[in-house]
């Protein structure tokens, strides 16, 4: 039978000999964060080369997919799925990977779409990592996948390799992020797994090279080539690509979705009997036969590529209007050494930022790098050292540029990741955590001090304070809603929802009476804010991740439906719907639906909801389209501030694009290019100054009047999706490794 691993911390590997061995059955239920579980040990210096069904000694074999998409608005994904699961049974794999992008959306009716695709006889041998559109648009957070596909991150063996599940990916986000629960997991596991075994990762999210979807991906491979791990397979490009570097080969698949295929990999042994992993690519044709192409050999003993070249130190350090870099080596020389600094536009993608070349003296190689047009604050610089053989060893290395203007005063870390944006209660910041708590935080002279840490369930949304500031709201992964007196993080009631809820609450008034609106999944409810008894509840046409809104006689409400809602205040009863995306197909709906809009009201005004197409000002009585804006600003929200004391509404997209318009008309005052991506994290408003955060941590603030932007300032290396607050004079921010920043003006 298959061994389950959850490991130890430990060891480190630089020249590893031999591979291990193991006799293996059909792969068993694995490991988990939190878990322990036991591991046989191996026959060191063997690969088994039998043959026979799962559960003898059989030859190491095992088939891999990525980015099957499986959509009932799609039956030719199907018709391929099918095609494809059957080949794979036929040549009796001991397991199957599947690297994620399973279905479109999750939605447990794709999912059984899915299943359905599968004989019997293979089911119990496939193995799972989530891709982001499993989690991007998911009600549940993460229950239905779980419950159909296992657990994750998860580990196993196959006839002596040892393979890791991960899971980088991120609830409601689209990139990846491994964070440090799943890093110090990841480390146990191979610590445990010993020095002979050599290791397969596959996840959804490439690392590494040109791709930049995870925002820490050099602390997931800076873990891992301590260990023996030989390759990384990974979906999510729709591609194939081989990148040998770091001691590992990355290998990068197509996706099924776009025609029927899979991947071969099978143990044999090079000239010298050691041995190796052949990888193939396998398609189905249209008459029925197939095709083989050979892609990549990965060796399972020795040295790994690019090693040969690992640097014995690099060092970068600012200097006037550049990065000096130097790196030395030993006893091996690189043919070529080059750097660059690690993108500070891009998000989710490739990295375009272009090297420099280092030149050699005796043992050293230096260069500097020109950083003129780099805000001060915190950025990264990679340094890549090429072999002979054109494979490489990336290093990373993180270096503050000094400069004037805004700069970090005091840093202060959580667990878990901070995704929604900060709440304030006077003189306090309230900052939920994926990682289940609930901390406010004061600032006074310029000083950090933790009041209070309360646990909760994970929290992905805006903890919500009343306009008294004596309570705060916390919605909650776990199903729940609670309210929590904010001078001391006492408990004052929690209401149980029927699904997560992953949006942010919102207060209002009726005839007199506070409501407090909670988004959870697909149900509205209005909830009595002093005692969270339920007024009334509403069914709503789809998932709901933003914020609600309601003037006294409607509330108003995005879903992942394609449409813009409005309910009665009173009684929940539904009024009318505009539709943001005409179309049938549930995925597209959701792309192009108002899932995660923050919904405004312009006083004596329209309604505002977004989407990633357009922003709407409707008639808040019938949902008439009053004006509309073209391109994406649902993320950062919509934003209602005064220019010069005239009214307008600050309109952020995703990409930078900024605009100023009439919130009446919508017409256009003036508009903008802040020059980096900006998702979630939005922005928050000093008089006539927006102080706006981007997705890659920098913090810059843009005039109101004019749409001039300037004092940039890069607070950190990892992503941000939480709209900061002001506090104390200062802005203070947050990212999704859990640091919270407050950031000095002056």
Known sequence: MATDHNNDRGLSRRT????????????????????????????????PTGGGKPGTDAPLRFALVSDTHLNPAAP????????????????????????????????????????????????????????????????????????????????????????????????????????????DWLERDLSRVGRHTPTVLFQHHPVGDTWYFADDQDRFLELVERYDVRAIFAGHVHAEAVRPMNGLVEITLKA?????????????????????????????????????????????????????????????????????????????TPVAVRAQVLPETGFSGTINTPYTELTRSGKHWQAALDVSTLPPGTHQVRLRAVDADGTWWDTVRTV??????????????????????????????????????????????????????????????EPVVAPDGSTVFVPGADHTVTALDTRKGRHRWQ???????????????????????VAAGTTLLALDPATGREHWRTTLGGFAAGRPACDGERVYVGTGDAHAH???????????AFTTRATTDPNTALLYGPWDDRTVLVPDGPVVFSTVAATWGLDRATGTARWSVSGSSMYAGPRLVSAGG??????????????????T??????????????????????????????????????????????????????????????????????????????????
């Open 646 to 663: 005239t009214p307008g509404l600050l309109l952020i997209q995703e990409r930078g694009a900024t605009l100023l318009v009439d919130p």
């Open 76 to 183: 030719n994904r199907t018709d391929s799925m099918r095609a494809v699961f059957q080949a794979i049974a036929a040549r009796d794999p001991l397991a199957v990977l599947h690297c994620g992008d399973i279905t479109d959306s999750g939605s447990p009716e794709q999912i059984a779409l899915y299943q359905s695709t599968i004989p019997a006889g293979l089911a119990a041998r496939i193995r799972y990592t989530p891709g982001n559109h499993e989690f991007r648009w998911d009600v549940s957070a993460g229950e239905t996948y779980h419950r159909a596909f296992g657990p994750t991150p998860r580990s196993f063996d196959i006839a002596g390799v040892h393979v890791v599940a991960l899971d980088p990916a991120m609830l409601l986000q689209e990139p990846g992020h491994f964070g440090g629960p799943l890093l």
């Open 400 to 461: 503050r540029l000094p400069g004037a203007g805004p700069r970090v005063a005091w840093e202060f870390g959580l667990d878990g990741a901070v995704q929604g944006a900060l709440g304030t209660a006077g003189e306090l910041a309230v900052v939920g955590s994926t990682g289940g708590s609930v901390t406010a935080l004061s600032v006074k002279r310029g000083r950090l001090k933790r009041q209070w840490t309360v646990a909760t369930g994970p929290v992905y949304r």
């Open 256 to 332: 099924v979705k776009d025609a029927p295929h899979y991947y071969w990999a099978e143990g044999t042994r090079d000239e010298a009997g050691l041995p190796q992993l052949v990888v193939t690519r396998v398609d189905l044709l249209a008459d029925g036969t197939t095709s083989t192409t050979a892609v990549t050999t990965i060796p399972l003993a020795g040295t790994g590529p690019g090693s040969r070249v690992e640097p014995e130190n690099v060092q970068v350090s600012a200097a006037g209007a550049s990065f000096a870099v130097r790196a030395g080596f030993g006893r091996t």
């Open 566 to 576: 409005a309910y009665d205040a009173r009684t929940g009863a539904h009024l009318w």
């Open 16 to 47: 590893l000999l031999g591979a291990a061995g193991v006799t293996l059955g059909a792969v068993a239920a694995s490991g988990t964060l939190g878990t322990a579980a036991s591991a046989a040990p191996g026959n060191a210096g063997s690969v």
């Open 495 to 517: 209401v149980r929802t029927v699904e997560p809820v992953l949006s942010t609450p919102a207060l209002g008034r009726v005839d007199g009476v506070d409501i407090l609106l």
């Open 665 to 746: 008309t919508g017409a256009t005052r003036w508009q903008t290019q802040l020059g980096f991506p900006v998702f979630n994290s939005g922005a928050v408003v000093d008089g006539g100054t927006a102080w706006v955060l981007g997705v890659n941590s920098q913090l810059g603030a843009l005039d109101l009047e004019t749409g001039t932007l300037d004092r940039l300032v890069k607070l950190g290396a990892g992503y941000s999706f939480s709209t900061p607050v002001l506090l104390g004079g200062q802005v203070v921010a947050a990212d999704q490794n859990g640091q919270v920043r407050g950031v000095a003006l002056d």
